[in-house]
């Protein structure tokens, strides 16, 4: 699997042709935003590639200084899935975040005690499976992102978090990138955002 990292434009189809595909409207960016964010050097697009072309795609948000790189999105190709290429690329992810000076990855996963029927829960259960099954770690640090909770999870890397208190702030400063510093209506970072942990749960190594 060869991975590569994208360009303005490689993105800009993966936006138009996968990401609107992959993931609902209300979790999209505006791409605006990302151009924004790709030329300040916080964000990075990775694409990996088989012999047949794209096969899944992730997108990093960065935070300068950070050890955290924050995987904001990532989807493997409808013809690749269910052989087993997802979990090869998680495994690789932790990694690539070294070549873009981040020590791990933090990422959100639905909470599943907060899901809103059965169906769900086991839906969200099997995704958190995939995640521990590709390498990465539970953590006892949650989130709520735009009305929606969240699991954090990670992929340990090459330098890994010392525990839940780090990966909250780390994740804390990586949400200030995501979330636009004007907020409509005049509400302020809190309302929209907030990252809590729970002492001595969560394995983070």
Known sequence: MEQKELSLTQLKAIYTLC?????????????HRMEALTQAKSQVALGFYDSQ????????????????ALLNYFAVQPHCRGQGLGTACLRQLGHAAQDFGAGYVVFE????????????????????????????????????????DYNI???????????????????EDLYHIVVPSRLSRGRAFSDVCRVWYSEGGGATA
């Not at 072309?53 to 955290?68: E, K, T, V």
């Not at 029927?117 to 499976?129: D, L, T, Y």
């Not at 999870?153 to 780090?166: E, V």
Request: hydrophobic share 40%.
């Open 19 to 31: 990401l609107a595909r992959d993931f609902p409207p209300d979790e999209l960016m505006p791409f």
């Open 53 to 68: 072309g794209l096969a899944a795609y992730a997108i990093f948000i960065l935070h300068p200084g950070s050890p955290a």
């Open 109 to 148: 996963v639905e909470s599943p005690s907060h899901a809103p029927s059965p169906a769900n829960r086991e839906i969200r259960q099997k995704r958190v499976g995939f995640y521990l099954q590709g390498g990465a770690k539970a953590t006892s640090v949650s989130s709520w992102l735009y009305g929606v």
């Open 153 to 171: 999870m990670i992929l340990p890397g090459q330098a890994p978090p010392t525990g839940n208190r780090q990966i909250k702030e780390d994740l």
